[in-house]
Nanobody, 126 residues
Framework: QLQFVESGGGSVQPLGSLRLSCAAS????????IGWFRQAPGKEPEGLSC????????YYADSVKGRFTISRDNAKNTVYLQMNDLKPEDTAIYYC???????????????????RGQGTQVTVSS
């Protein structure tokens, strides 16, 4: 069974930081392009950052560029999202998604994952 489990979410004050983890089970992460996405209530899903299979190519949405950093450890079957300088508008459910053949830009811009995790809630509020 292909499964992602996200963790690391929570409540944080503006300008704070969180590090999200996305652990894969039932498959080898190295065969997939991976992305982090989020969805806030009443809004469409947004692709935030995507990383190629061997980390050579990265994509960041303008909304998070300079604040978020994606990385992956294929040996640990895990992808990370370091989030700094968090803003109230970053409040959403964050989840990871995977695609075997997509490019990082297509995966993020078109949100074309083949499967995804359940997500973890991130709340930024003073």
């Amino acid at each position: 069974q292909l499964q992602f489990v996200e963790s690391g979410g929570g409540s944080v004050q503006p300008l704070g930081s969180l590090r999200l983890s996305c652990a894969a089970s039932g498959f080898d992460l190295e065969h997939y392009v991976i992305g982090w996405f989020r969805q806030a209530p009443g809004k469409e899903p947004e692709g935030l950052s995507c990383i190629s299979k061997r980390s050579f190519n990265l994509y960041y949405a303008d909304s998070v560029k300079g604040r978020f950093t994606i990385s992956r450890d294929n040996a640990k079957n895990t992808v990370y999202l370091q989030m700094n300088d968090l803003k109230p508008e970053d409040t959403a459910i964050y989840y990871c998604g995977a695609n075997t053949y997509s490019t990082v830009q297509r995966l993020c811009v078109q949100v074309e994952y083949e499967f995804r995790g359940q997500g973890t809630q991130v709340t930024v509020s003073s």
